[in-house]
């Protein structure tokens, strides 16, 4: 059975950083799309950053801040979040999508697999 499990979150003041890892069993996801999205109370999920076929991708809010990466030995992928905002706080949950190319992975419908979350909380 597909797995993914998310940590790393945490508590974190204003302009720090933090690493989130989600690991990744029960099935090859080496022709998925790699995702996270993030959810702060009464808002919807929102897409964050991906891989997939054709590199990283990033929202807007978090460009230049947050890096996406993976480790397909360790089957991890990583979100690495710096100069943290407090507008960051939310719920994160990691995703896997079939949609491994084209312009999908901003699109949460799209993906088949999701974590359990892992919560994120920057205040000082």
């Known amino acids: 059975q597909a797995q993914l499990a998310e940590s790393g979150g945490g508590l974190v003041q204003p302009g720090g950083s933090l690493t989130l890892s989600c690991v990744r069993s029960g099935r090859s996801f080496a022709a998925y799309a790699m995702g996270w999205f993030r959810q702060a109370p009464g808002r919807e999920r929102e897409f964050v950053a991906a891989?997939?076929?054709?590199?990283?991708k990033y929202a807007e809010s978090v460009k230049g801040r947050f890096t996406i990466s993976k480790d397909n030995a360790k089957n991890t992928v990583y979100l690495q979040m710096n100069r943290l905002e407090p507008a960051d706080t939310a719920v994160y949950y990691c995703?896997?999508?079939?949609?491994?190319?084209?312009?999908?992975?901003?699109?949460?419908?799209?993906?088949?697999?999701w974590g359990q979350g892992t919560q994120v909380t920057v205040s000082s």
């Open positions: 995703g896997a999508s079939p949609y491994y190319g084209g312009s999908y992975f901003y699109e949460r419908e799209k993906y088949q697999y």
């Open positions: 891989i997939n076929r054709d590199g990283p």
